[in-house]
């Protein structure tokens, strides 16, 4: 919607023709975004030929764990020459893969890049000022990325910290999802505060391990989005956790992002010999082993080894 406003020629896959009626004929998305009007110069489509006939750039916008059928489903489609934008933030459950390594494999030799920070959707697609990181594993192309998708409400800064982007992307998740459960268990805004302090420390000390670069850890897509995610019942994994810490059936509610990813971060945790309790207690409690009461207890009090403040 942003480019399409500042004038760029942009179109639109989607799968479930309904929505993409909806977005062609009354230029608003009903089920995602109802209410906020789209620009009438994007082609919305449900022909991956049509929309990516000559198409320079092309964000990959769905859930992480869509994005290898999404990719198989583009593979011929895409022009040779397009720059990829990944935009899911996890990883994938079935293969623990970032968003990179799932494009690498399924569509070799392109040029990647990451887009993640501090951005709701409807922030976005309303124009309301938001700054976000675009990585690539080349800087310059990073820079270009970057300025390429900047417009005056959306600012893009450039990173080639991939795997930091992406590290910070995927764990704040499942961070947010422990920031709900504390909130819905009704612990406080103290209790949250330190929630996400401590969510912080994991998330760098395992974002590192995992090949991240400190600074980007700090920045907009790792501490940014944890702070937002953390504190926004906009966030899809912050309202899940906290439907959990109420203690609602959650029979109906879609999965978030977090789910799928708490187990593999604790996994990884304990491969790299990291410390995680919030991501273990988040995986545990998502498994059974631990319920809701034990696991908002332990989310803040669990026994102390050496840790300082
Ligand atoms: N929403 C937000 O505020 C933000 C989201 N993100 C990230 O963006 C990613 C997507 O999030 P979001 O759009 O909110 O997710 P939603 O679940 O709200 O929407 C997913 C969209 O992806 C489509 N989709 C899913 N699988 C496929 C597929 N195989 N082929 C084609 N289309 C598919 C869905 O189509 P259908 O309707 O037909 O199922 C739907 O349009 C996530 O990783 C999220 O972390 C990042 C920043 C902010
Ligand atoms: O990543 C997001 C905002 O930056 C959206 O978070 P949720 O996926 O938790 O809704």
Redesign the pocket.
């Known amino acids: 919607a942003l480019h399409a406003r500042g004038g760029a020629p942009v179109r639109l ?4 023709a309904e ?1 993409i009626a909806a977005i062609e004929t009354r230029h608003e998305n009903p ?2 975004l109802p209410g906020i009007p789209l620009p009438p110069s994007i082609r919305p489509t449900t022909d991956a030929g049509e929309a990516l006939a000559g198409a320079n750039v092309v964000l990959l ?7 290898a ?2 990719a198989a ?1 583009l593979a011929e489609a895409l022009p040779a020459d397009a720059t990829l934008v990944l ?4 990883i994938e459950r079935r293969t623990g893969r970032f ?1 990179s390594d799932i494009v690498a494999d399924a569509l070799p030799d392109r040029l990647v890049g990451v ?10 697609a309303r124009g309301l000022p938001t700054a ?1 990181t675009v990585a690539a594993s080349d800087g310059e192309a990073a820079d270009a990325l970057a300025r390429r998708l900047s417009t005056e409400s959306f600012r893009c800064y450039a990173s080639d910290d991939l795997r930091g982007v992406e590290a910070g ?1 995927a764990l704040k ?1 499942v961070l947010a999802l422990a920031a709900g459960v504390v909130i819905g268990r009704g612990l406080g805004a103290s209790a949250q505060a330190a929630l996400v302090t401590r969510g912080f420390v994991e998330l760098r000390r395992l974002g590192e391990a995992l090949g991240g670069r400190p600074e980007t850890l700090m920045g907009l897509s790792g501490l940014g ?1 944890l702070i937002l995610t953390c504190s926004s019942p ?3 994994n912050f309202a899940y956790g906290a439907a959990l810490g109420r203690g609602e059936d959650l029979s109906g509610l ?1 999965l978030a ?1 977090g789910v799928f990813t708490a187990a593999i971060a604790a996994r990884l945790a304990g491969e790299s010999g990291i410390e995680a309790p919030i991501v273990e207690t988040v995986a545990e409690l998502l498994s059974g082993e631990l319920s809701v009461d034990e696991a908002a207890q332990r989310l803040l009090m669990r026994p102390l080894k050496r840790e300082v403040g």
């Open positions: 896959f989607g799968r479930d929505t089920r995602y916008v769905v859930p992480a764990q869509s994005l059928g999404l489903t935009c899911a933030k996890g968003m887009l993640s920070g501090p951005s709701f959707a409807s922030d976005v976000v992307g998740n989005d906009q966030s899809r879609k992002e």
